[in-house]
C-alpha cells in the first residue's frame, strides 16, 4: 500500500486541526453568547466585539495552520526515515 507523500500528510492534520479550533472555539463563544442572553432575558445571544475579533483570529490561524504543518512535515519526516 502506498505510504502518502509527507507533504500531504501534514495538509490533512493540518485541516483536521484547523476544523477542530475552528468548531471548539465557536461552541465555546456560542455558549458563553447564549449563557449571557439568558442573564440579560434575551432569547438569542449575540457575540460582542472582542469574541467577533475572537473568531477572525482563530479562522486565520486556521487557514495559516494547514501550509505550515505540510511544510514541517515535508521538512522533518523524511529525515526521521519516515
Known sequence: MPSLHPA???ALIGLALAAFFIFS???L??????????RQGRKQGEFTAIERERMK????????????IS???WIV???LGL
Open 71 to 73: 511544510l514541517g512535515c
Open 29 to 38: 463563544l456560542s455558549k458563553a453568547a447564549g449563557e449571557r442572553a439568558k
Open 8 to 10: 500531504l500528510l501534514g
Open 57 to 68: 483570529s482563530i479562522v486565520w490561524f486556521a487557514i495559516c495552520l494547514p501550509p505550515a
Open 77 to 79: 519526516l523524511p529525515r
Open 25 to 27: 472555539e465557536y461552541a
